[in-house]
């Protein structure tokens, strides 16, 4: 399977001059399709499926280069309007788009369903985006989103990580190393 029917359909009902990239579907992961295929992570986007937690039943398809991070609780909660929000499991973003995960994109979607991509994209001449499966992806000029209905580009919706700022999930360098050969209380 290469691109999702329906991303196609979307994309030639809008007019939109695109090319399909057929990619391998293990190489599909933003990272490994980068590498794999010589595509910056500054030219490449993620869509990803927000959905809110308090209320429920919000969600939004948000788009972010690859280089940055989604400002998912303070840039996309704030625009959502909700208290709580989330990555959507790959389970719901499969049963609401329709596509696989690897592949999720900003066309083919359902109506009703938003899109928002952070205002860096337009500074792409071209960028790559999910063609709704893992066996392919699809490079666009994104300038040509601008004044269509379902897209809008919003400042800031994500962020670009200070290189300097250590890494969240790494070990903390001062923090004493657990010796597990000393048992707790001894």
């Known amino acids: 399977m290469s691109a999702h029917p329906d991303v196609i359909a ?5 007019g939109l001059a695109y090319e399909v990239m057929d990619c391998d579907p293990d190489l599909a ?18 869509a990803i499926l927000v959905a809110s937690k308090k209320p429920e039943g919000h969600n939004v398809v948000c788009v972010a280069l690859a280089h940055t991070r989604l400002d998912v609780n303070g840039a996309v909660r ?24 690897g592949g999720v994109t ?3 979607l359902p109506d009703g369903l938003a899109v928002w ?13 999910g063609a709704g499966s893992r066996s392919a992806k699809i490079r666009l000029d994104p300038r040509q989103l601008v004044g269509l209905d379902r897209y809008e580009f919003v400042d ?19 923090a004493p190393d657990p010796d597990p050969a000393v048992p707790e209380g001894g």
């Open 10 to 14: 979307d994309l030639d009902r809008l």
């Open 29 to 46: 992961d933003t990272a490994q399709f980068c590498e794999a295929y010589g595509v910056g992570l500054e030219e490449s986007a993620n």
């Open 78 to 101: 704030r625009k959502l309007g909700v208290r709580k929000v989330s990555f959507a499991a790959a389970e719901v973003t499969r049963d609401l788009t329709g596509q696989e995960i």
């Open 106 to 108: 900003i066309f083919g």
């Open 117 to 129: 991509l952070d205002a860096r994209v337009l500074e792409c001449g071209r960028v790559v985006v």
């Open 156 to 174: 800031d919706l994500a962020t670009v990580p200070d290189p300097a700022a250590p890494d969240p999930g790494a070990p903390d360098p001062g």
